[in-house]
């Protein structure tokens, strides 16, 4: 049995356990969400009828005055009626792409740096997403799910391209993909997912991107979309990393950078100095940022790593008077980002 979710005048069937992002997102109404996870509250829209069960909302981004507002999470709520919501990032009628479930095949798996994989799944059929969007990966006999940004522009839409960073211990990561997982291999996929992607009305201006670790994956797919939609754009990208061998993509990166003038690359190492001691600078890419870049006015920032990294990212573009909303942050928390 299944109930009817309407959103500025679109209606869609739900599943009693289907979250109601889930079923707008695969219908392809668009609807504001980030983590999936219940943490970010991006999602958060008002139960204008109906009735609905939170489900696994947690207190500290849903609170009990605002369940009692009519608020709820799209993430995490299911319906127990018919339900109208209305959720001001759907309600200009925006569309996007069809959330999907494919099972993919591994194309190959790489050490690109300190354990990290660049795992490339071809798909049987072409995923219409946008850069900077992720994936979810389900892990074989365990029920959980996985989420790894898309390191992909959108032509490249047939194989995805993940970094996947070890987690000692981890179920997706030390008990499967860096264990077992080889080319041939089958996996279950849903996606895309998120919204840390280009405004519809991108403006043309300056952008900034920092990542942690793989924090660059997603960065990648921007800025090399971004460049081949305007090759003189003025584009910053910082990589924070530990160390000189957690660094990778160098090719990749040096090839843009000699392609485009007006783009940077600055590797940023926080604890250990190249083996070789070559020139390199060092501590976190957001104390960098505000030494290289007197005024961000008028700028776009993009931020994906760590939790720590991304608030410190916040906090320099403001400091340079970049605009609140011209900031944007992956809020899902990369497995390997608590470390
Ligand atoms: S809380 Fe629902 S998308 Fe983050």
């Not at 354990?115 to 994936?135: I, K, M, N, W």
């Amino acid at each position: 049995m299944g109930f009817t979710a309407t959103v500025g005048g679109r209606a869609v069937p739900c599943g009693e356990e289907q979250p109601i992002l889930d079923a707008f997102l695969r219908a392809g109404v668009w609807m504001p969400n980030s983590c999936n996870q219940g943490t970010c509250g991006t999602c958060k829209l008002r139960v204008v009828s109906g009735e609905v069960d939170h489900h696994d909302s947690p207190a500290d981004t849903l609170t009990d005055d605002e369940r009692a507002d009519g608020l709820a999470l799209a993430c995490q709520a299911r319906l127990r009626s018919d339900t109208v919501v209305e959720s001001t990032g759907a309600a200009d009628g925006r569309t996007t792409h069809p959330l999907r479930d494919l099972v993919a095949t591994v194309l190959d798996l790489e050490e690109i740096a300190r354990d990290t994989l660049r795992l490339r799944l071809d798909l049987p059929e072409p995923l219409a997403f946008d850069p900077g969007q992720y994936v979810e990966l389900v892990v074989p006999g365990t029920g959980e799910r996985r989420q790894y940004s898309l390191a992909n522009t959108a032509d490249e839409d047939k194989a995805l391209e993940l970094h996947v960073r070890l987690v000692p211990s981890g179920v997706a990561t030390e008990g499967w993909i860096f264990d077992g997982l080889t080319p041939g291999d089958r996996v279950e996929i849903t996606g895309p997912l998120g919204d840390f992607v280009l405004p519809t009305e991108d403006d043309g201006g300056p952008m900034v991107l920092i990542g942690g670790g793989t924090g660059l994956a997603p960065l990648l797919g921007l800025v090399r979309t971004v460049l081949a939609r305007d090759p003189q754009r003025e584009v910053l990208l910082y990589h924070g990393v530990r160390g000189a061998s957690d660094l990778y993509a160098l090719d990749l990166l040096t090839e843009l950078a000699d392609a485009h003038r007006r783009f940077r690359f600055v590797p940023v190492l926080s604890h250990e100095p190249p083996p070789d001691g070559r020139e390199h600078r060092t501590g976190f890419p957001t104390t960098h940022f505000v030494d290289d870049v007197a005024s961000a006015r008028g700028w776009s920032g993009w931020l994906c790593g760590p939790p720590a990294m991304v608030e410190a990212g916040v906090k320099a573009f403001k400091r340079r008077r970049m605009a609140p909303r011209m900031i944007h942050r992956e809020k899902f928390t990369p497995a390997d980002a608590a470390s």
